[in-house]
């Protein structure tokens, strides 16, 4: 883990940054209180305690209030040909990663948990303001970042490429990664005043759509400007033949993984949060 100072940003990005969406503003002047975060995405060796560590869910049966799952097992390979042990733990829905925050906080007794969409891009930008930390041209990912332009359609262990200023590598390609938000195109319209202290748009019981950061492998170096963002859909499951479809596998977005966040000070509403998904498939 890395420590992260509290601080200040310009959340999202310039009407006139090359590539911007228009889910990427307004920009809003945003505060966020100091934490920590994983200086690598977790491995297959860290997901993988996780799942035969964890109480294991019952086949089609909801899981009793405040007990910590474990993943089922997976439909198919869920490293997809890519190997496990320091590769990035890929493929994972947010459900799961968010009961993987939830069983790492009972294992320490620290609050672990997805970052934030404002904590995840502040400590992407680490004190930049140009669309990758690495620079305002595309051709300075190739120092930092894996992406389609040089990762030769594979994900790859962490720390192969320079870090930010912050000491984070990855924030920029590799996998993408999820965040604690529920997806909300018009979010930005509403971070004015105590609204842009330590935001976070709170997910519901919808398993659709949340928050990924960061561009991962198979993306163009558009895709991984610190303000870019992409909501999940259920194309992410499309190859999934079950009946409900699986709660924590995706089976059509090698791409996705994650990285974890512990807070200095953490407020209520973000302890280790507990997703309302509970109901298992009968395979995955």
Known sequence: MVPIPAGSFRMGSAASESGRAADEGPQAEVAVGAFWIGKHEVTWDEYDQFRKQAPALSKGADAPTGTVTAPTPPYADESWGFGKGRQPAIGMTWHAATEYCRWLSAKTGHRYRLPTEAEWEYAARAGTTAPWSSGGEAASLDASAWYAGNANSVPHRGGGKRANAYGLHDMHGNVAEWTLDRYDPQRYAALKGAAAKNPVALPGAARYPHVVRGGSFEDDAEHLRSAARRASKPAWSR??????????????????????????????????????????????
């Open 239 to 284: 190859r999934d033949p079950q009946e409900p479809q699986s709660i924590w596998w995706h089976t059509d977005a090698s791409f996705v993984g994650f990285r974890v966040v512990r807070a200095v000070e953490e407020t209520p509403a973000l302890k280790p949060f507990k997703s309302k998904v509970t109901r298992a498939s009968p395979n995955q």
